[in-house]
């Protein structure tokens, strides 16, 4: 069955304390891999797309890496505004629909 | 930066009664989809629509929804008969790139079924 998981469900940080959230994805014919960003009461805001093992993607403070079993967002210096809930999708050739995880929460104290 | 829209932001209605929620994707995508998120749940898929036909869609996705692209614009969703259960934020998303590639959200319609 596919499915994403993501770690920790929550996360605390200091300004400036660097960190990493985990997502494990078991899916057939892996297309992408996307990271999101959700502020409460908004739609995923898009932040980056992985397509290879191996592949790396940054923006500002977020690099994001996969592996064949499953993908990182490093958050390096982290500043109170990346206080969010990001979220891991994977999408299939098989069909034509992403699978979302259940997000980590980040928080980030000044 | 083109963006996808959706109206209205919250949508309040009784039980037993039809809903549409609109949305209009970026103008030049041609994959459209709609998900929910029932407060503090995952993402769930609903639909995805490609070439003016439905091309997968979920258990949840039953004979009380459909989907209708009414013109080269807008792309809607319809309830029928409303449930309590229906309550949630949908959010419309596109995509451009082809099957399974990065989709953007719209910010969506919170309905509450009362």
């Known amino acids: 069955e596919d499915q994403v998981t993501q770690s920790p469900e929550a996360l605390r940080l200091q300004e400036g304390e660097s960190s990493s959230l985990n997502c494990s994805y078991t899916?057939?014919?892996?297309?992408?891999l996307f990271w999101y960003r959700q502020d409460p009461g908004k739609g995923p805001e898009f932040l980056f797309t992985?397509?290879?093992a191996g592949e790396e993607k940054e923006k500002e403070r977020l690099k994001a890496t996969l592996t064949k079993k499953e993908s990182f967002l490093h958050i390096t210096a982290p500043k109170p505004e990346d206080s969010a809930t990001y979220l891991c999708a994977v999408s299939s050739y098989n069909f034509n629909k992403f699978y979302f995880g259940s997000g980590t929460k980040l928080n980030v104290k000044p | 930066e083109p963006e996808v829209t959706q109206t209205p932001s919250h949508q309040v209605t009784q039980m037993g009664q039809e809903v549409i929620l609109r949305c209009v994707p970026i103008?030049?995508?041609?994959?459209f989809y709609w998900y929910r998120q029932i407060l503090g749940q995952k993402v769930e898929f609903l639909v995805s629509?490609?070439?003016?036909?439905?091309?997968?869609k979920s258990e949840i996705f039953d004979d009380q929804f459909s989907v209708e692209r009414p013109d080269g614009s807008n792309f809607t969703l319809k309830i029928r008969s409303t449930k309590l259960e229906d309550s949630a934020m949908y959010f419309c998303a596109s995509s451009g790139g082809g099957v399974g590639t990065e989709a953007f959200f719209g910010q969506g319609t919170r309905l509450t079924v009362v």
């Open positions: 992985l397509y290879s």
């Open positions: 899916v057939s014919g892996l297309r992408g």
């Open positions: 103008s030049n995508h041609l994959y």
């Open positions: 629509f490609y070439n003016n036909e439905i091309s997968e």
